[in-house]
């Protein structure tokens, strides 16, 4: 039989990349971390109640929506798995859903969070709110102007955003501050991490908690198309969740292409751009080994994207090792081309995604498929929190 693409070793390896990287202070914590999240996620009562909030509060299934016009325009068959509709309007709350459970039976009473766009720090308030659980999200003071309404949101939810303004002010350095911060309280505290980045268990955990995408689609696919395997899967990757879940219960499926889309920026080579899988090489950040954006002296190269959500300076590891092996192929597209499908998707479809999701969309004509062929693009987000970012473009969407 040939190995699964699912799981990592024990230590948390895919191939060369992931591992624990931290620092001997934070230790304790990841070890706990690490030695009880397979048992406690496999425990029925935690799948039981994890099942009714994914149904109840979070609003899952999702449907998967045929596109006809988008179809039309590409000449091929495309559906949308619709994670826009899920409560707070993204991906993101599969794994805070999850991960807050875990955190109870890890008998945490306090929980923290990085956030970028402010998707992950809004759906990490939400659960803390639904629980009963303070919450502390670090953000960097540059996204915290970027991304108001998510702050507010947060705030209203009874969140402590607290500000960075160490290094660039964005989401690498929230990270950093928020592992600080789980240093200083190894007890009382857990870190929900938002996406498939960090030290192991973090990568397999909210990958696992994520493939719930996946595994809806394989039975809404069968149900509409008569085969539970699709020709493409089409997902954007900052850090890679959204892509992990929509990737997941097909890695082992090899008829299946698995497309990873990034951010180009204002273009791959033009200085200012976060498509890792081209600029990055091998590295440790945020406690894995993974591909990262650096220069020859191992300093992180700023990232940039128009969207506050894909300018991560690295990839989990996961998407790192399904790039190397040929598993997953990486398409990159640039600012303006995410804002054209912005406005195509809206027009076509009556769907205003996140411009982060607009990536995926931006990737269709690029695909090669044909007549014959289902292609799935993982819609992660709806658009609103990023009217603002559309509005001041306006030129670009028409
Ligand atoms: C956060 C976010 C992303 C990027 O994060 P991943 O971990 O790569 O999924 C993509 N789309 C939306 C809507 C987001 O909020």
Redesign the pocket.
């Known amino acids: 039989m040939t190995p699964s693409y699912q799981q990592p070793t024990a230590r948390g390896y895919y191939g060369e990349f992931g591992g624990a990287f931290i620092p001997e202070m934070l230790y304790p914590n990841v070890e706990e971390l690490r030695t009880r999240y397979l048992e406690i996620m496999a425990d029925p009562d935690f799948q039981i109640e994890l099942q009714q909030l994914l149904r109840d509060y979070v609003g899952r299934p999702t449907p998967l929506f045929e596109a006809t016009r988008l179809s039309e325009k590409y000449g091929t068959r495309i559906f949308l798995k619709r994670e826009d509709l899920c409560h707070t309007g ?3 709350i599969n794994n805070t859903v999850g991960q807050i459970l875990l955190a109870q039976r890890l008998g945490k009473t306090r929980i923290i969070a990085e956030t970028g ?1 402010g ?2 720090g809004v759906a990490t308030a939400t659960v803390c709110a639904l629980m009963g659980l303070p919450c502390v999200v670090y953000m960097g003071a540059t996204d915290i102007e970027r991304q108001a309404p998510n702050v507010a949101r947060m705030r209203l939810l009874g969140a402590e955003v607290r500000r960075v303004t160490s290094g660039s002010q964005t989401l690498k350095d929230a990270t950093n501050e928020a592992i600080r911060d789980w240093i200083a309280n190894p007890v009382d505290t857990h870190y929900i991490i938002g ?2 980045v960090g030290p192991h268990p973090y990568p397999d955990l909210v990958a696992r908690l994520q493939a719930v995408i996946s595994e809806e689609m394989r039975k809404q696919l069968l149900e509409k198309t008569g085969s539970e395997l699709p020709d493409f899967v089409v997902a ?8 992990a879940g929509a990737f997941y219960h097909f890695l082992d499926e090899p008829s299946v292409r698995l497309i990873a889309v990034e951010a180009a920026g204002h273009g791959i080579h033009s200085g200012h751009s976060a498509a890792t899988s081209v600029l990055g090489t091998p590295g440790i950040i945020h406690g894995s080994r993974t591909l990262l954006m650096q220069d020859e002296h191992g300093q992180i190269t700023e990232p940039y994207s128009l969207s506050a ?2 300018d991560y300076p690295g990839i989990g590891p996961l998407h790192a090792y399904l790039g190397a092996v040929g598993r997953s192929e990486f398409l990159s597209i640039t600012d303006d081309e995410a804002l054209a499908a912005v406005s195509e998707l809206s027009r076509l479809e009556g769907i205003i995604p ?1 411009l ?2 607009a990536h995926a969309l931006a990737a269709l004509g690029q695909l090669g498929a044909g007549p014959d062929d289902v292609v799935v693009v993982n819609l ?2 709806r658009g609103d929190k990023d009217l603002d970012t559309y509005l001041k473009n306006m030129d670009k969407l028409v």
């Open positions: 993204a991906h993101k766009a998707q992950h996406s498939v954007c990757v900052g850090g890679g969740s959204n892509a959500g894909l996140a982060e999701t992660s987000g």
